[in-house]
């Protein structure tokens, strides 16, 4: 069984926004589309079929996991799976955001012209 | 709107089903959940509706086609901390089979011996079928490049010349061709004579057949390619070790085959037999020691045929390209001016097919007769399964209560069928572990059968690895399809009356499955027993032919002293003196020779001339091929094989007097027609041969013939140097066995001594397929019928306990014991009626192909139908009537009560 991470680099952005949205706290699967929403201003919209699509590849290769903690009772609706991210999954995350500093900080993308915020 | 958003949300479920089942199963709920929460917000925010479904169902469609149709490209990278994977799953499945199994004992130990005698039947069969036409041959190195190679016309084959062989051997690019002939053979050690199955072969058949030697070498240089000037042989590892002790100072040693010293050069590695590994065969010699080794025999006879070609393909080439250089090759050498008879001329071809350890003739009808052992076989496994799998099922009604538990808390039906399949495979597999130990009992039993064939026999049947992969293959399989109906049936619930605990009414369907399951065993035990009462019947049948002989108290002993290199003077004088010291035992009424036995699969035939007389398709006074054998003055009198006219063969019938044959009454009837024989000739061989004596018609070559024409001829005037010693006695004739050896023994103790049988058993080859047949189906039949008689018992117990309420009630509504026998074995024999209708008409169709071996006793035979009708029924009502009467004598108080 490969256990270098690395092997798993570049993640598909989907992958990443969703591991991302694990980092600071346990989510259920409509937490993690409208996170992943938020962060993206609207930009990636996972409907249920293709996040759970998502959520069981990354619980496949060992990157998230379902939870057995729960959130605060008031918060939590009892029917739902929590994910959480694995050890593994947060090494990844880290590895991946590494590697798109590494680009960013790269000659071509600081040659590239600043774009206008839009209004 | 609640109601309506239940709606939405079931054509959402319904959706659902694109996704492949884990997928649902796992995350199904969950999605469901979003899905609302996100048609919650769609609603309060108003959005649009029709964008919102078409997103959905379009996510839903992408989405379950990749789920379906990507293959994951690799593993997963880190191990999953929970869910059940399938090993996991299999496991868990495994250990609470195992516990299952553990918990009800006697069923488990009931059922693994019925499926180990199901699964021992085919097994013992196959490993019979393995051990004669399957396994590949011993020691030779990739038996699957090798051919046979026969000469040809449009139908039959003759063996080659020594000539015809060279021309092959010589031009052939596609496949190097060798030659061997088997040869018996006799050596004498310190000790005395053995008669080892030789065989004689070319330079290359080692190479050919990739044999590397055990021990020395084997043929080289001159020694095949000078003629007659090196007398060496290589012998078998077997022969090595039960002769030599294993001795490796063998090779070099010297030893006496057929009264000439050869020199051992080499040991074959272990197991090797040659090309047909059914015969033993024990010693090899070089082809130029020919003329050392068989009388008379000369390599460059064109007019010989005797050698069996062997060659192996050389590479990349193709059977088809091999066939058509050999039959290119045979066309040249036929037409070319080889010194060989002019009517094997027609032999323009040649047929090339698989090395398969038998010869090619042969292959075909024995797998075709293995084919039918093993279908009977298969039947047997049928009725245990069938046994087996309603046995399951009773036990899957009375787990109802366990199962509609899990399936109320949760387990998935799939889940749960997995589990009760995994608890018939594991039930089957240790069936089949079981059945592969009766195998080894049954081949055993099988090598002790005593065959009446004169060639030295080295088959192993011990189930080897393929057969054994075999069995647990079939026992795999078999529990699968025997398990699957059952746990199908078992996983279909009515919740609410199994969570009761009402195991009475166990269901139609299920009632059903299990009256169709005794029905099927009924049915092909039917089968079964059909085909053993019809053999035994040709069998008895067999017996009963008169062959026009008398079989009863004569011993045979079979000689060959050609073998031993005596020529025809010192043989002569040797069967004089044997006969002479034979026929002055006290028991010995008389004793004669004959070269060929009737009724023992040898025959011989030669070609006459009758003025006047034109065979079919042939001009007047033209040669036609009859049937003979070479007999002494004694033969007609140790057979009683009485005379109708003139005279019997006589001692005066030497080589001085004139030449004369006795004629059989169909000889007579069909070339000397209104006359009675006496004194009629026939041309053999330009020899005027005159008919004095007429005898009655008998049996040849097989017991259901029509009386064929037959000569016989002086042996005094018939040089034979192998014949068969026949001697009538007062006594046992196997007890004359001590004394015809001693007698061997006291005029030549290098003679291999003679194993002596009696005519009944040397005639009775002919009835050997009845006999195997009588036998495997008997003993599978019987088998079948007490299978079939313990499934009857096992559902109608456990239908009768079932019902012991509803017989409780009747009891109490006034029911007498007489009418609840009545309904409980009512039940029973109307299935069996049912299973033996539908039995009778397979048994038909499937008898069919027994025709063959028959002996003219019809398949329809009313004999054998009613009296297999009449033993299976009677077979049925005692396994009905003892669960019935046990249901009678129940009290009716105690069986309300309990239910």
Known sequence: ?119 | MSMRATFAERIYASMMRLYPRDFRERYGDDMLDYFRDRLRDQRTRGLNMPRFWIRAFCDLVTSAAHERFTPRAAPPPFPTPHGDSMLQALIHDLSFSGRMLRKNPVITAVAVLIIALGTGAVSTIFSVANAVILRPLPAVDRVSDLVVVERAQRSGTISSSYRYYEYLAANAKTANVAAWSALPLTVSLGSGGLAPLGDIVSANYFDVLGVRPALGRFFVGDEVRVPDAYPVVVISYGFWQRQFAGDSSVVGRDLLVNGRKFTIVGVTPRGFSGVYPVLQTDVWAPLMMLAELRQRGRLDNPGSAWLDLIARKSPNVSRDQIAAEMTALTKQFATSSSGEPSDWKIFDRARVSSATGLPPDASTPVAGFFALLLAISGLVLLIASVNVASMLLARAVVRRREIAVRLALGAARGRLIRQLVTESVTLFVIGGVAGTLVAIWGTRLLERIDLPVELPLAVDLAPDVRALAFTLMVALLTGVAFGLAPALQASRLDFASALRGDTAGSGRSRSRLRNALIVGQVALSLVLLTASGLFVRALDRGRRVDPGFDVSNVAVAGFNVGTAGYDETRGRAFYDALVARISSLPTVLHAGYARLLPLSMTNSGTDISIDGFSPPGKRSGDSFTVMIDEVDPGYLDVTRLPLVAGRGIMASDNRTAPSVAVANQAFVKRYFPNSDGIGRTFKLNDTTVTIVGVVRDSKFKKLDEAAEPFLFFPFAQHWRSNVNLVVRTSRDPASLGPAIREAVRAIDPNLPMPAVTTLQQATSVVLLPQRVAVAVTGVLGILGLLLAAVGIYGVLSFSAAQRSSEIGIRVALGAVRRDVLRLVVGEGMRLVGVGMAIGLALALLATQALKPFLFGVSPFDPVTIVAIGGTLASVALLASYLPARRAASADPAISLRRS
């Open chain 1, 1 to 119: 069984m490969t256990t270098d991470p690395r092997q798993l680099l570049p993640l598909r952005p989907v992958d990443f926004l969703l591991l991302l949205a694990l980092v600071e706290q346990e989510q259920h699967g409509y937490g993690l589309a409208q996170a992943i929403a938020n962060a993206t201003d609207g930009l990636v919209r996972l409907e249920p079929g293709n996040l759970y699509r998502v959520i069981k590849r990354l619980a496949d290769d060992g990157l998230i996991a379902e939870s057995s903690k729960r959130p605060a009772p008031e918060l939590d609706d009892e029917r739902r799976r929590y994910y959480k991210l694995t050890a593994a999954g947060a090494k990844v995350a880290a590895l991946e955001a590494q590697r798109l500093r590494t680009v960013l900080a790269s000659k071509p993308v600081r040659a590239l012209k600043p774009l206008m915020e839009p209004a």
